[in-house]
């Protein structure tokens, strides 16, 4: 018989250092306090390397606290970490899937491990590959599936033994809007049916604001904690939605206001600003810094409130001046197509990986191509990148034929890869260094970039810790500096922003905006639908097709209205996809990937 607790998890002024290569004494948690009930849905919210995940393997029992105390499910899992682990279900951020065993052996495989015998497995089987839509693929390999289709199935292996408590790490960090939702499905039903006690980290703000309580870190220490309308509260009478002049993105208005020490946040929003003051404002001040156009106050959500805590503590973005450009930036030309795509086709055997594509992108503007996973996004990325030869099609960057040039044109591009991970042994400026040389650049032209990158992307104090140790949003700088090295006119980013918090979020797109404005093109893919909203013109693709193409109020007219207010670009998006999945049986399901 199960002990009975009131609550899940207790901890008192936990406390956990760890000790760099460098030798530097790190504290990942410092006086941390938390308690949470059972059949609570909890999230930890916070920037890279508050020490969420940190806190997660403390309460599973992976490692032990330094200082003060932890109980979870009246339990010391220091003192006791296989009681734990007997009764809980943790699923972290790179969860080991057996990419060449199918679904049903990977099943298999996690209950032999946990001990499930036949009888639990006929009962518990039918109801995670029902809970996870996976039932029709159990023969198909992990490595063939999509990557929500991959997180769907971690979170089935996790709970092949029922818990009692249920921990993920960032479970739905990489994967699109629709897998998304699905997930989030999944885990309301486990709450409401099951009452499972849930604790969850994550980068997406809009799912800790479905929590009944959420927990803020930084820098190892706990900011606030509460339900998410009373940390929304905080940013009260100071959101605003301000207008941008007449053909200006909204994203200039966005950077610019970042930088003024009266603003707290700014993000773009169906074509206008969001906005949250340092103090409870008036619109016509707002209306001053802007040049008069219209501001109009709006409600506060829980992003505004979480912002509006971390700014009191860090303080004001850095200005992009001193983040950018790279010496020598390209100068302003006319808006001729930079790239050239037509009916571009890429083949793996018998799959279809990108079917008959075609697109262009002018000089100096910000393209996004969205899609679910497995749309053909990165194949499409690694073909104008010239990584991959295209089967069929014609493909154009900067005037050169990509099938014909490929060496050609990769030194006119810069690229961000989905998984910046190779030589992660490597330290930042050793890392620079080796991306420096391959590039061509020698003597003092690669000196002098690789201490412009150090500087510019604040990297110096961490320039000799081992690249795969850097946080989150480091590595996304480090990935940034090394695509930027040699002065591309192009930039490709595939999901650059993965994993990374709000902050350093802001801070990318801060860069991006002032490279767009210097002349160089960006296209980028991206799960934040957010983001969408800094592109000059989108495609969304699925299963390899272009589904629809557009600016971003073009995009946003595709979604149905909605009862809280004006459709998002998540809301037309999931409009596209799904109507395009009804009308053509050929395109794969909800979640279903094809490469």
């Known amino acids: 018989m199960k002990e009975s607790f009131q609550t899940a998890i207790l901890g008192r002024d936990v406390g956990k250092s760890f000790r760099r290569e460098t030798g530097e004494t790190v504290k990942a948690l410092d006086g941390v306090s938390l308690e949470i009930g059972q059949g609570d849905l909890a999230a930890l919210v916070g920037p890279d390397g508050a020490g969420k995940t940190t806190l997660l393997r403390l309460i599973a029992g992976l490692m032990a606290a330094d200082a003060g105390e932890l109980t979870v499910l009246g339990i010391d899992p220091a003192a006791e970490p296989q009681r734990i682990q007997d009764r809980i279900a943790y699923m972290p951020q790179h969860f080991g899937l057996y990419e060449d065993l199918s679904v049903q052996e990977n099943l298999d495989l996690y209950a032999d491990l946990h001990g499930v015998d036949a009888a639990e497995r006929a009962k518990r089987y039918p109801q995670l590959l029902e809970m996870t839509a996976l039932a029709p693929f159990t023969r198909r390999l992990a490595g063939r599936l999509s990557g929500g289709m991959k997180q769907k199935l971690g979170l089935a292996c996790t709970l092949v033994r029922w818990p009692d408590l249920l921990l993920l790490d960032e479970p739905t960090v990489g994967v699109d809007p629709l897998s998304r939702r699905e997930l989030w499905e999944i885990i309301a039903q486990l709450v409401r049916d099951h009452h499972l006690t849930v604790l969850l980290s994550t980068s997406y703000l809009d799912e800790a604001e479905r929590c009944d309580k959420v927990f803020l870190l930084r820098a190892g220490r706990m900011l606030t904690s509460g339900r998410p309308d009373m940390i929304s509260s905080v940013a009260s009478g100071r959101t605003f939605r301000a207008e941008p002049a007449e053909g200006e993105p909204a994203r200039h208005l966005q950077s610019r206001l970042l930088n003024e020490v009266d603003i707290v946040d700014a993000v773009p929003e169906a074509g206008r600003v969001r906005l ?41 973005t850095a200005k992009p001046s001193t983040a950018m450009p790279p010496s020598g930036a390209v100068e302003a030309r006319t808006m001729e197509t930079v790239i050239e795509v037509h009916d571009l086709v890429r083949r793996f055997g018998s799959c279809t990986a990108v079917d008959h594509i075609s697109f262009e992108v002018r000089r100096g503007t910000i393209f996004g191509l969205l899609g679910p996973n497995g749309a053909g996004k ?118 650059p922003t993965s994993g990374v918090d709000p902050l350093a979020r802001r801070e990318f797109w801060q860069r991006i905006t002032f490279l767009a404005e210097r002349q160089v093109t960006v296209v980028v893919t991206t799960h934040f639908m957010e983001e969408a909203e800094y592109c000059d013109e989108i495609a969304i693709l699925d299963a390899g ?50 490469t």
Do not use: N
Not at 439 to 467: N, V
């Open 276 to 316: 949250v003051t340092a103090e409870p404002g008036k619109p016509d001040r707002i209306e001053s810094l802007i040049g008069g156009m219209p501001v109009v106050s709006v409600a506060a959500r829980f992003e505004d409130g979480f912002m509006t805590l971390l700014r009191q503590q860090v303080g004001v």
């Open 378 to 495: 990165s194949t499409t990325f690694r073909m104008l990148c010239g990584l991959l030869p295209a089967t069929a099609g014609e493909l154009r960057v900067s005037g050169l034929d990509v099938r014909k040039a490929r060496a050609s044109a990769r030194q006119h591009i810069g690229y961000v890869a989905q998984k910046f991970s190779l030589y992660g042994q490597l330290s930042a400026v050793e890392k620079l260094d080796c991306f420096a040389s391959a590039y061509g650049l020698r003597g003092a032209r690669k000196r002098d970039r690789i201490a412009w990158a150090l500087q510019a992307f604040e990297l110096s104090s961490l320039m000799h810790l081992a690249s795969g140790q850097l946080p989150g949003g480091y590595k996304q700088r480090l990935a940034m500096a090394t695509a930027l090295l040699h002065e591309p006119e192009i930039l490709f980013l595939d999901e």
């Open 545 to 594: 097709r272009v589904l629809a193409k557009g600016t971003p109020a073009e995009i946003r007219a595709y979604a149905a209205p909605v009862e809280s207010g004006e459709p998002g670009m998540e809301d037309a998006f999931i409009a596209i996809v799904e109507k395009a999945r009804s009308r053509h049986p050929s395109l794969p399901p909800s979640g279903e990937g094809r």
